[in-house]
């Protein structure tokens, strides 16, 4: 027999392999798992997105039609509002003050902190951040309903209904919004989990407490107020935004902040015009 190596691989040399071969499954899994991670987080981070976009659209629409009432020129000239002569007497279930859902001369108000009505926020759970009241009629004509609290008006004033009176002719019957949005602890689908909410008034009447977007960590509410007089320059335009316990004069705009709970530095934040002119 000759004194060469025999042909193959020795057992240190297959160790080896087996060694490396293992490393770098070890690598390749390790590499998958953090892509896999980072796709889950980005996935994440996206509906986180989708959650505020969508909660921030639906308060823009409310907040840009904010003390719209229809063709009437403004509340004053509404019969049947709590400041009025004869406020309407319907008894709205779960109303969130005394006449709290007819206080249309209240048609904008705003809380940084607490929970300043009589009606209970989900749960009993104090909320996070502002508090956020609003006033308005629906941007549609309807038919009156019995149960359904109405703004029938004209050019000139109008008054409200609830027990579904028909519409004057030449008027517009449009269904009374009253609404107060907040962030509460708890959301229906999960005890520990957030989400924007509203008490609002529907048929009944009656206030109702409805889940807005689950993920909403806080609410915050600066108001835009507008000191210029009519006719100068900057009139109509907001000189600062404050916290609602320091607004005094007009407010012209509604600045708005929305922060995720799905991460603590991603949050939302636009500023609504009061497209029907300024408030309080």
């Known amino acids: 027999m000759s004194g060469r190596r025999a042909a193959g691989f020795g057992l240190a040399e297959v160790l080896v392999a087996l060694a490396l071969g293992l490393l770098l499954a070890l690598m390749i899994t390790t590499l998958h798992a953090r892509i896999l991670r980072l796709a889950l987080d980005a996935g994440s981070a996206a509906d986180a997105q989708d959650a505020l976009r969508i909660a921030m659209a639906v308060l823009e629409h409310d ?5 719209y009432w229809g063709p009437a020129p403004d509340a004053a000239q509404i019969a049947g ?5 004869a406020p309407l007497a319907a008894a709205v279930g779960g109303d969130c003050g005394p ?4 206080d249309l001369d209240a048609a904008l108000q705003a809380w940084s902190a607490g929970w300043p009505l009589a009606c209970r926020p989900y749960r009993g759970a104090s909320p996070l951040g502002s508090v956020l009241a609003l006033r308005r009629a629906s941007s549609e004509p309807g038919d009156p309903e019995a149960g359904v609290l109405q703004v029938q008006a004209d050019y000139w004033g109008g008054r409200l209904v609830a027990a579904g009176e028909a519409v004057p ?3 517009e019957g449009r269904t009374l919004v009253a609404r107060a949005y907040y962030v509460s602890p708890h959301s229906t689908g999960a005890a520990r989990q957030p989400s924007l909410r509203r008490k609002t008034l529907q048929r009944g ?3 109702v407490d409805e889940e807005v977007m689950p993920g909403i960590a806080a609410l915050e509410v600066l108001l835009g107020v507008d000191h210029d007089a009519p006719g100068t320059a900057g009139h109509g335009l907001p000189d600062a935004f404050v916290a609602p316990e320091s607004a005094s004069g007009p407010i012209v705009a509604v600045r708005i902040t929305l922060r995720s709970a799905e991460a603590s530095d991603l949050a939302m934040t636009r500023t609504i015009a009061l497209r029907n002119g300024p408030v309080g």
């Open 169 to 171: 002719p030449g008027h």
């Open 205 to 207: 009447p009656r206030i």
């Open 99 to 102: 006449g709290w859902s007819i």
């Open 81 to 85: 509002r709590r400041a009025g002569a």
């Open 63 to 67: 907040l840009a039609h904010t003390a």
